[in-house]
């Protein structure tokens, strides 16, 4: 990756390695990335299109990341590095598969936190974001404290939760099967899936993947707390707090 980790002593990736990675480093990426979706339960179905599923061993490896919350860190980190090489298209997927085990499946609990607070937002493609804010808008409960993207796609998600609005598109169709919404409403709702992105990158620091990122608390909301609980600390050079995502059962301050 093109950032620091907690290994201080790792060299960050250049955009020269990038640009020279050969056929056969990205056949070793593809190798070892099958490998740790192995050890997180989850199999590689498709290596052109990125689909996964749930692994044989989904059960076991499923236990290990319930209990380990430094795997999140390391779930960030692969979807970045899969962005930086070439493989921005396994991203969606793989969020796609921990949305739908957090939320549908009700699965892996104390990860939920950071499907929406860090995998979410290491896709790359806005178009992929806004279908997986979609997906993650239509399952989340309480409906209500879903604070992940702006209002006003809220709107346009409700309306196609009530009358079924188009793949890839947030606008609902009207009940005479007359579209919906105007060209303009549809990129409004673009730019702004791309902001709530730029918020997050903003929010978030460079440095915000040395943080532990699980929390067994399913999150009401991101919100600015004043409180540090991540174990690897949250300070800047000057020994002040940043701001950061976090859960909080007190007041709040949502991303609209």
Not at 197 to 214: H, L, W
């Amino acid at each position: 990756m093109r950032e620091p980790g907690v290994n201080y002593m790792a060299s960050e990736l250049t955009e020269k390695e990038i640009l020279v990675s050969s056929e056969e480093a990205k056949k070793r990426l593809v190798e070892s990335y099958e490998l740790m979706l192995w050890f997180y339960g989850i199999q590689l179905v498709n290596k052109d299109t990125g689909e996964v599923k749930r692994a044989d061993n989904w059960k076991e490896r499923f236990a290990n990341l319930e209990r380990n919350m430094h795997n999140n860190l390391r779930i960030t980190r692969i979807l970045k590095s899969l962005g930086e090489l070439g493989f921005e298209h396994y991203q969606s997927p793989l969020v796609r598969f921990f949305l739908e085990e957090t939320l549908v499946k009700k699965n892996l609990s104390s990860i939920k936190r950071s499907v929406f607070d860090y995998f979410l937002f290491a896709v790359r493609d806005k178009q992929k974001l806004k279908e997986l804010l979609r997906y993650a808008f239509q399952h989340f409960e309480p409906n209500d404290k879903f604070v992940w993207c702006p209002r006003k796609i809220q709107k346009q998600l409700k309306k196609g939760n009530g009358e079924g609005a188009e793949e890839g598109c947030p606008r609902a169709k009207a009940r005479g099967g007359e579209a919906g919404g105007t060209q303009k409403e549809e990129k409004d709702v673009t730019e702004e899936v791309t902001e709530t992105a730029k918020f997050t990158d903003e929010a978030v620091s460079s440095d915000r993947d040395k943080q532990a990122e699980g929390s067994s608390v399913d999150p009401p909301g991101l919100a600015v707390s004043s409180e540090d609980s991540e174990p690897l600390g949250n300070r800047n050079s000057t020994g002040g707090r940043k701001a950061r995502l976090s859960p909080t059962t007190t007041t709040t301050t949502p991303i609209r």
